[in-house]
């Protein structure tokens, strides 16, 4: 090849070399282009959830009533930047539970009678939760999320079916108490407040369009309404797990 000839190419070469002042990021940094460039779009799809919810009502001085039942309704997640988003929506809560509340004898002639009120709780409430998203890509379709934020639970019927096996001398004490020992709602009836703030924690993992999930919920208000023993309080806490889909 000619001097002439090796010149043509070497001037070929320089002028295809971008002006250093001019020429983009991915000229001093090659991996760059391999980089792909995700553009964020704003979307709101609607999902159907159903599953299983335990709830426990707690206080101070007496064990709490667990409630088992079901979950069920639709809710909303609107997409935001950074892989985060926030759901809210309405799902209802269906449960039941048991207790047996031990009375002391109102006298000696009833010593050895089993004083107990057998309390069968049938709950229903609307939930609307607020909560905060954040999803990892695991592989391909497959991804990790975790979530945090309140829900507001609002009691529809806490019906309390009561069966009283008592002595006579203690069930009339009850009634002189004031303490209910006949079937009754606990909202109409005043015992209890109708709202609840929960504050939740929870997670789980996402394929294509299904969602499996579980988390915790705190109940930080008080729902003794009208106490019984001195300045009572209950509280509800809960834990679920759900499986949704997206529409």
């Given at each position: 090849m000619s001097w002439i000839g090796i010149n043509a190419i070497a001037q070929e070469q320089k002028n295809n070399m971008p002006d250093l002042y001019t020429a983009e990021q991915s000229f001093f940094d090659p991996t760059l282009k391999t980089k792909e460039k995700v553009e964020y779009k704003f979307s709101?799809?609607?999902?159907?959830?159903?599953?299983?919810?335990?709830?426990s009502h707690r206080t101070l001085d007496t064990t709490a009533v667990y409630l088992h039942g079901l979950r069920l309704g639709a809710t909303v997640d609107m997409q935001?930047?950074?892989?985060?988003?926030?759901?809210?929506g309405a799902l209802l809560t269906l449960a039941y539970g048991r207790k047996n509340q031990h009375w002391g004898?109102?006298?000696?002639?009833?010593a050895q009678a089993i004083n107990i009120l057998q309390h069968n709780i049938v709950q229903l409430q609307l939930n609307i939760p607020v909560r905060a998203y954040y999803t990892i890509k695991v592989w391909k379709k497959m991804n990790l999320f975790f979530y945090a934020g309140p829900q507001l639970n609002f009691g529809l019927t806490n019906y309390d079916i009561l069966n009283a096996q008592v002595a006579p001398s203690t069930l009339q004490w009850l009634e002189q108490e004031g303490i209910s020992t006949?079937?009754?709602?606990r909202y109409t009836s005043k015992e209890l407040y109708r709202t609840n703030i929960q504050m939740g924690l929870g997670g789980g993992l996402e394929?294509?369009?299904w969602r499996v999930q579980?988390?915790?919920d705190f109940g930080l208000n008080n729902l003794q309404r009208t106490s019984i023993v001195g300045k009572q309080k209950l509280h509800e806490w809960g834990w679920m797990v759900t499986c949704s889909y997206k529409l």
């Amino acid at each position: 090849m000619s001097w002439i000839g090796i010149n043509a190419i070497a001037q070929e070469q320089k002028n295809n070399m971008p002006d250093l002042y001019t020429a983009e990021q991915s000229f001093f940094d090659p991996t760059l282009k391999t980089k792909e460039k995700v553009e964020y779009k704003f979307s709101a799809p609607w999902r159907i959830e159903a599953g299983y919810a335990q709830l426990s009502h707690r206080t101070l001085d007496t064990t709490a009533v667990y409630l088992h039942g079901l979950r069920l309704g639709a809710t909303v997640d609107m997409q935001l930047p950074y892989n985060f988003s926030i759901q809210t929506g309405a799902l209802l809560t269906l449960a039941y539970g048991r207790k047996n509340q031990h009375w002391g004898p109102a006298n000696l002639e009833d010593a050895q009678a089993i004083n107990i009120l057998q309390h069968n709780i049938v709950q229903l409430q609307l939930n609307i939760p607020v909560r905060a998203y954040y999803t990892i890509k695991v592989w391909k379709k497959m991804n990790l999320f975790f979530y945090a934020g309140p829900q507001l639970n609002f009691g529809l019927t806490n019906y309390d079916i009561l069966n009283a096996q008592v002595a006579p001398s203690t069930l009339q004490w009850l009634e002189q108490e004031g303490i209910s020992t006949h079937p009754h709602d606990r909202y109409t009836s005043k015992e209890l407040y109708r709202t609840n703030i929960q504050m939740g924690l929870g997670g789980g993992l996402e394929w294509d369009r299904w969602r499996v999930q579980a988390g915790y919920d705190f109940g930080l208000n008080n729902l003794q309404r009208t106490s019984i023993v001195g300045k009572q309080k209950l509280h509800e806490w809960g834990w679920m797990v759900t499986c949704s889909y997206k529409l």
